[in-house]
């Protein structure tokens, strides 16, 4: 009987083999990653694009139009396009919203979440905002309306305070301001500053940041967790001077179904609890003010919240010419990225990139806030 001799790999093949598939590796794995990135990218974009059409939307930059402009004054200045074509509210035009780009800035095209997909702005720490020429649905009184404030930052130096967000009336009193230290969250409501201890926020890492007020209540949200361990609460001298109303443009009270239902992380439980939660609040609120101008109404009749388009704009090699509302000499405008407060002589300007902001005229459910730090995830 014959036995038959198994014939080994040599060494020189099992080398072979490895080669071989190391370099298919190297060929395929980036294509893999930059397929999976895009992927993301259109999921956001899409999930951008439903915020739009909430009808308590005011402002959406999605930083994707690099080359949009808009009449202020007698010349053309480089803006960031509103996208809030769905928002309720009476008189809200999204155009007076779009945000002007003030001071030395730079689009980095491709240089946002998304590795090349999706464009980011450059602030320079010094001298770049983004400032909202728009004013009635924004100078609103926040110890009376509810809202939530999102962005995504790219920080470049943290040893140093940053304003992510800034609305004053008077030169020495935040209506509602966000402030970045290296250990602390600073937010000021009418003159009233709470602090939050934080070391969830790193240089050079994209982090979503969400301010959310509620029943004169302020939260501050890090990539969807909810930062408790509130450290200290300050007042800073300016309480009762500073009122805020703006009675012709009250805050439309809608419930947006197309938004939970994007969000995994909801549930028809926690629908109920929040509906029930509002309902009381809402009852609260309005028997503690007697009704006072600010309280929230629902949408005037006929209101169309389905907005139309898509995220995508047709602005290249265009120019858009808009007619934003001119800010009051009495109110300062909102301010993204700068205060017009200083600490210790420096303006509390913020240094990074940022790739979209949104500020939503109602207060978010935790969840909500998951759900959209999710979709812009983009590790």
């Known amino acids: 009987m ?68 808009i009449q202020s004054g007698s010349s053309l200045v480089p803006a960031l396009r509103n996208g809030a074509i769905g928002c309720t509210i009476n008189g809200f035009e999204p155009k007076d919203y779009d945000g002007i780009i003030i001071g030395s800035y730079e689009w980095r095209k491709g240089a946002g979440r998304w590795n090349g997909f999706n464009n980011a702005l450059q602030f320079d720490g010094v001298s770049t905002y983004i400032e909202i020429p728009g004013e009635k649905v924004l100078d609103f009184d926040p ?33 509602y301001e966000l402030t970045i230290y290296p250990s602390k969250i600073d937010v000021t409501l009418n003159g009233v500053t709470k602090s939050w201890n934080q070391s969830q926020i790193k240089e050079g890492k994209w982090t979503h940041i969400a301010l959310l007020v509620v029943n004169v209540s302020s939260k501050v949200y890090i990539n969807g967790a909810d930062l408790n361990g509130l450290a200290n609460n300050t007042s800073i001298g300016v309480s009762s001077i500073c009122k805020f109303s703006s009675p012709e443009l009250p805050l439309a009270n809608i419930q947006m179904a197309s938004l939970p ?16 939660s509002n ?32 995220a995508y704009g047709t602005l290249k090699n265009k120019k858009a010419k808009t007619s934003p509302a001119q800010p009051s000499t009495s109110i300062t405008p909102m301010r993204i990225g700068s205060s017009t407060l200083q600490n210790a002589g420096t303006s509390l300007n913020f240094s990074g990139k940022m790739d979209e902001f949104i500020f939503i005229r109602r207060a978010l459910s935790p969840n909500e806030i998951k759900g959209c730090w999710q979709m812009g995830n983009p590790y």
């Open 2 to 69: 014959r036995k038959f001799k198994k014939n080994r790999f040599t060494l020189v093949e099992i080398l072979t083999v490895i080669a071989i598939i190391s370099i298919l590796s190297g060929i395929l794995l980036p294509n893999l990653v930059k397929t999976r990135q895009r992927a993301k990218e259109v999921r956001w974009l899409a999930f951008n694009s439903v915020i739009n059409r909430d009808g308590d939307t005011i402002l959406n930059y999605n930083f994707m139009y690099d080359d949009y402009e």
């Open 143 to 175: 110890l009376k309306n509810d809202f939530t404030a999102m962005t995504w930052i790219f920080i470049d130096n943290l040893s140093i305070p940053q304003t992510l967000l800034f609305k004053t009336q008077l030169p020495s009193a935040s209506q």
């Open 261 to 276: 239902a994007l969000l995994a992380a909801s549930t028809n439980s926690n629908a109920n609890s929040n509906a029930n």
């Open 279 to 310: 309902a009381n609040s809402n009852a609260n609120s309005n028997a503690n003010n007697n009704n006072s101008p600010g309280t929230t109404v629902t949408p005037p009749s006929g209101a169309d919240t389905q907005g139309q388009g898509n």
